[in-house]
């Protein structure tokens, strides 16, 4: 079991909780450090962090798993690690909103008298626990925002020789969990094309597009693509064949799965126009030199997957306020659709039947945009890639807060 926060002086910290057997303190270390820089990007006032619990989920049983989770909270507790306004805890891989109601309860049953603001301690929940509405899918959505605002842009289309715009482009996501899903979703809406899904132990490809409420439907209940019955025209593959559909050539490739999953082993075999970077850290510095002297697009993680970021510090702000904070965002969005200045929104629309989720993804789109203009306006000033414009933009803001604090001077 391990914590490791980054930039305690802003305050609180927030990272997710990993439950995995391949962690160790330098990779989770790194990945707080990541969190802090993906803060900065989006400006949010987050602390990094980051958590772990060193084991394989799977061996365990619903009970047992339960636990260990109660308990890691507990020592978190004790060692005075964790509180509302110092470290928040969130989803991460190998944790759910399942995961996160566990430790939501064994907080609150310890420092629900101590901690006024204790439904703040863990972001993911259910919404009747205190969770937002659209939690799940924020990442997917901010991808799709995204990729939307740089094919249309004509600066980043006419860098990287991308025809503009999103109809029709091909899309291959690697990993199918939430973020991958989706990704797939919201793409779909925009007018992308899904061609194929890479999955540990199996895949899908189709040349006429997958459609997603099918695979979505079938994947939450089988977890695999396997027993899949295929469509006309679709192809089902084992593990090592849907490794092969990286190699496919397609507009976008979108990186859903886990880190360092491209690298000098497969880099060479990807064709796609535009890398989008879904998961933290899934491209190696070494696939990245090479991806970038091929000329490719690469959104980097810190920009595209941040907007959970973005959800968790809206459900941070309404543990502490009571809620008071949704209703603020739906009466900002209200008012942006009265307004005389038109909203760029494509995918998102507000609802009234859906308003907290409506209000979210209004809040996501505006800040995903904002991000966007920024680093591609850093890029044409100062002719980098766009992961070190998102760095330095990032940096910039970190040091500033430095200044701010009295740290550096």
């Known amino acids: ?234 192809e089902i593959m084992d593990g090592n064949q849907a490794k092969q559909l990286l190699g496919i050539p397609c507009d976008i490739l979108a990186l859903a799965a886990a880190e360092v999953t491209i690298n000098r082993t497969n880099v060479e075999d990807l064709k796609a126009r535009m890398i989008v970077e879904g998961a933290d850290m899934p491209v190696s510095q070494t696939a990245q030199d090479y991806l970038e002297a091929k000329h490719v697009a690469i959104i980097p993680d810190v920009l595209i997957n941040g907007s959970n970021i973005v959800t968790s510090y809206i459900e941070w702000l309404k543990g502490r306020g009571g809620g008071r904070t949704t209703k603020f965002l739906l009466t900002m969005s209200r008012l942006q659709q009265k307004s005389q200045w038109k909203y760029s929104g494509t995918i998102s629309e507000y609802n009234p039947m859906q308003s907290e989720r409506s209000a979210i993804q209004i809040a996501i789109e505006e800040i995903m945009e904002q991000s966007c203009y920024t680093i591609l306006k850093y890029i044409l000033k100062h002719r980098v890639t766009m992961r070190t414009a998102a760095y330095s933009i990032a940096i910039e803001k970190i040091v500033q807060n430095f200044y701010e604090c009295g740290i550096m001077y």
Not at 155 to 176: A, L, S, W
Not at 200 to 217: P, T
Request: proline share 4%; net charge positive; glycine share 12%.
């Open 1 to 234: 079991e391990m914590c490791i926060r980054d930039r305690y002086f802003t305050l609180p910290c927030y990272g997710g909780v990993r439950i995995a057997p391949e962690v160790n303190v330098n990779k989770i270390e790194a990945m707080a450090i990541h969190d802090s820089i993906k803060s900065g990007c989006y400006g949010i006032p987050f602390g990094g962090s980051k958590g772990a619990i060193k084991i394989d989920p799977r061996l365990f049983t619903e009970n047992e798993l339960r636990r260990i989770c109660r308990r890691y909270v507990q020592k978190l507790v004790n060692y005075r690690m964790i509180s509302s306004g110092l470290d928040v805890l969130g989803p991460c891989m190998g944790s759910s909103q399942r995961e996160m109601g566990w430790m939501y309860d064994a907080y609150r049953e310890i420092r629900q008298y101590k901690d006024p603001n204790y439904e703040a301690i863990v972001i993911g929940k259910n919404a009747m626990r205190g969770g937002v509405d659209g939690y799940i899918e924020a990442t997917g959505f901010g991808v799709a925002v995204g990729v939307n605002y740089c094919l249309n842009n004509n600066e980043f289309c006419n860098r990287f020789g991308i025809p503009i715009g999103t109809k029709g482009k091909t899309v291959i996501i690697q990993g199918y969990g939430d973020v991958g899903s989706f990704t797939h979703k919201y793409l779909q809406e925009i007018g992308c094309k899904v061609i194929g899904v890479i999955e540990k132990d199996s895949g899908i490809y189709s040349s006429n597009g997958l459609d997603f409420r099918e695979l979505k439907e079938h994947w939450n209940k089988y977890r695999t693509f396997k027993s899949l019955d295929p469509p006309k025209n679709c």
